[in-house]
C-alpha cells in the first residue's frame, strides 16, 4: 500500500486584466512557492484577498496546487 508525504504548496491567484481581441476575458496569473503544507484553505484565501487588494486588477480565482511524495 502506497502512502503520500506533503511535500510543497502553491498559491495561484488569476486576475482579470481585460478583453482580448476576440473580446474574452485576459487573465494574468500571479504564483507564490513555499506555501506551508499545513496552511488551511481560509488562511490561503485570506492571504489572497490581502494581496488582491493591492493589485491593479480584480481577482477571479483562486487555487492551490498541492505536490506529494507517494511512498511504497
Aim: glycine residues 4%.
Amino acid at each position: 500500500m502506497a502512502d503520500q508525504i506533503p511535500v510543497s504548496s502553491t498559491l495561484r491567484i488569476d486576475f482579470e486584466t481585460g478583453l482580448t481581441e476576440k473580446g474574452d476575458i485576459a487573465f494574468k496569473r500571479r504564483s507564490f512557492t513555499n506555501i506551508k503544507t499545513e496552511a488551511t484553505a481560509e488562511q490561503l484565501f485570506s492571504t489572497a484577498v490581502a494581496i488582491s487588494s493591492v493589485q491593479n486588477y480584480p481577482m477571479s480565482e483562486v487555487t492551490r496546487v498541492d505536490t506529494y511524495s507517494l511512498i511504497g
